[in-house]
């Protein structure tokens, strides 16, 4: 459940920046497969991962917290 909101997050911000999935994950050095996973919350992502997509994105860690 907790993997659902924060994918929903970071796929909300993602698209407000602009950003394709493939865009974003070549960015991240990542590949688009886990970025989709993440989104789709079936793969939760660790806190130093989530601090580089907030960074990125340049928005607070806070926006992208689940509330």
């Given amino acids: 459940m ?6 929903r997050r970071i796929r909300a911000y ?10 974003l ?3 991240l050095g990542m590949s688009v497969s886990i970025l989709g996973e993440i989104e789709r919350g079936n793969r939760m992502p660790d806190a130093k991962l989530i601090a580089k997509i907030a960074d990125f ?4 860690l806070e926006e992208l917290t689940p509330q």
């Fill in 25 to 27: 994950a070549k960015k």
């Fill in 57 to 60: 994105l340049n928005v607070e």
């Fill in 14 to 23: 993602r698209k407000l920046k602009g950003y394709t999935q493939e865009g």
């Fill in 2 to 7: 907790e993997a659902e909101k924060w994918g």
